[in-house]
């Protein structure tokens, strides 16, 4: 936000910016005033200081492989103290990210080309009432036995998991599965108030999931 500022100040104004950006002038002067005397600065960023050339001391010597996990065990080693969770926070920070053996795993493959049911939405995600928005995807997980998706169902209004499946392989038949287990988990009525949400994620048929719901009488 601070570098925003800076780059555009000149043209715009300090005050017209902020505005745009709905935060507060002062907030961007206070930022300048701990860059100008680091000592007004919190403890937090004082130690991110101190922590981040270590990391990417750690990070360059071993190549650029190390993920989060090597980065924070090989400091510990070195006697210096910090919380996992620091590491990944500055890691990020500073665009650091380890070497993921294997193929990387893709759970969205958009088809722009195939057909879409329309957007009831449009990124409101909230609901007045139980069974009025429903809202799905699947991600992958790591198992002793390997990776399997997990496709789920989540009700907006409680952030409830109505329905989930399991599966080694993402298909369209275990995407179905969660909904259905949803639907007669909850057994949703009332014509026309439950809308059912989910991606436009081609192998996994999302888009064969909203066409179902509407087999069913809710």
Known sequence: ??????????????????????????AYYERLRKR?????????????EILKPEILRVFSEHFGVYGVRKVWRQLGREKIEVARCTVARLMRDLGLQGVIRGK??????SDKGAPCPLDHVNRQFKAPAPNRLWVSDFTYVATWAGFVYVAFVI??????????????????????????????????SGAGNLVHHSDRGSQGRFNRSSQHVRSYPV
């Open 104 to 109: 990387p795993k893709r759970t969205t493959i």
């Open 36 to 48: 100008r005397e680091p000592e007004r600065r919190s403890a937090q960023s004082k130690r991110d």
């Open 1 to 26: 936000m601070t570098a925003f500022v800076d780059e555009h100040r000149q043209a715009y104004g300090v005050e017209p910016i902020c505005r745009m950006l709905q935060i507060a002038p002062s």
């Open 155 to 188: 009700d907006v209004f409680a952030r409830y998991i109505v329905g989930w499946r399991v599966s080694r392989t993402a298909h369209a038949g275990f995407v179905l599965d969660a909904l259905e287990q949803a639907i007669h988990a909850r057994c949703p």
